[in-house]
């Protein structure tokens, strides 16, 4: 599997795609992948904020169900991304109100926001990287905003359409990604970093196992019946783990039951081979490193001695 695999435009249109959204909002994904289905995807691009974006905006043009996205002109999308690139775009309240109407935003009676809610927050985020760096600065001095992953995707995208005429965008076509999650059952469920095999366990200290991936979301069950997120845990890596495993598509859905199912850890890169990235799994000579049964192996290796 390719490196720039793991940010294929497939997969991050998964990464939208919760089963919980409405259907418009499945609409508006698929329409703004076709508009930008020819962007480089790779690592460390910003394409993925730009997809989220134009997502979000065709969404607030869309929900009231008087047009379906394909009907929203590129000379409209065009228009609405244009603004003062010191500021922030003023969409960001549409998006906001068309959210909270569809049900989509934040729900204070249970403390949370929906998985649309949290993508459209990471997207305007203007502290992202700023607060928690000195915990006194930020009592004398609060951090100032600064300009969001939306701000930045909304001038590029007006470049982007206003380069790219109507008639190319219309031949476009986006790859067909369904929404739903992905269940991935296994009695042996690990993450993995350049220097541990850690099994992955939930706050009762139990064995995970099961991984459900749904949109940006991930949720944990262990044995016990425990469901819990996990600080480790990225939903494109889960779907990375399990793409390695069974050689399907990272952005496929339903349920997998895998022997096992190494994880990349969030400390390494997307894209990272387990099996190359980790120091023990490079080295066979460490084959009890990191597995759940390692006092039974290590006791056969000693029975064996004897």
């Known amino acids: 599997m390719s490196d720039h695999s793991a940010y294929d435009l497939d997969l991050e249109m ?107 927050c990471a997207a305007r985020d203007q502290y992202e990287g700023r607060l928690g760096q000195s915990a006194l600065a930020d009592d004398i001095e609060p951090p100032f905003p600064g300009p969001s992953l939306m701000r930045g995707a909304a001038g590029r995208l007006a470049q982007f359409f206003a380069d790219h005429p109507a008639e190319v965008s219309d031949r476009a076509i986006a790859p067909a990604v369904a929404a739903g999650p992905l269940v991935i059952e296994s009695e042996r469920i690990q993450i993995v970093t350049a220097g541990s095999i850690m099994p992955l366990r939930c706050p009762r200290n139990h064995d995970v196992r099961a991984v459900r991936v749904d949109g940006p979301e991930v949720a944990t069950e262990c044995g016990q019946g425990h469901v819990s997120g996990h600080w480790a845990l990225e939903a494109a890596r889960v779907r990375m783990a399990v793409a390695r495993a069974t050689g399907d598509r990272p952005s496929g859905q339903g349920k997998r039951v895998l022997q096992e199912l190494l994880i990349v850890s969030t400390d390494l890169p997307r894209h990272s081979d387990p099996q190359q990235a980790n120091v023990f799994l490079r080295e066979p000579r460490h084959p009890v490193v990191g597995r759940d049964d390692v006092l039974q192996q290590i006791h056969g290796l000693i029975d064996e001695r004897r």
């Not at 065009?78 to 603004?83: H, N, P």
């Open 14 to 120: 998964s990464l939208l795609l919760p089963s919980s959204a409405p259907a418009s909002w499945a609409a508006a994904v698929h329409e703004a992948a076709r508009h930008l289905v020819d962007l480089r995807w790779e690592a460390d691009c910003r394409a993925t904020d730009d997809l989220t974006t134009l997502s979000l905006l065709l969404f607030a043009r869309t929900y009231t169900g008087d047009r379906v996205p394909q009907d929203v002109p590129v000379i409209e999308l065009r228009e609405a991304l244009t603004g003062p690139a010191d500021r922030e775009p003023q969409f960001i309240a549409e998006i906001d109100r068309a959210l909270t109407e569809t049900g989509q935003g934040y729900d204070p009676a249970v403390s949370r926001g929906t998985p649309l809610w949290s993508i459209f």
